[in-house]
């Protein structure tokens, strides 16, 4: 085996792997700008919750009422619940 062919060999498997990677990256950038195209749009047509960043509707409750015995009803089970 000559050196030299070796060499040339070995260089162009380099090359083409080069060209290969950056098949793959492009590909790779293609697939994410396409899924975060379908995640913006699913984030667009999903309505929001109603409760994001609020407390629980017992606690809320519990503030509302006036009657002392439901008020620590409500409020002792918000507490199991988070226990």
Known sequence: MDLADE???REARQRQLAE???VLEQRAQARYEAEKAEYDESRRVRPKPRSAG???GAV???RRSR?????ISTISRTRTRAL
């Open 7 to 9: 060499i040339a060999r």
């Open 60 to 62: 809320r409750r519990s």
């Open 54 to 56: 609020k407390s629980h």
């Open 67 to 71: 009657d002392p015995a439901i008020r």
């Open 20 to 22: 290969a990677k950056v």
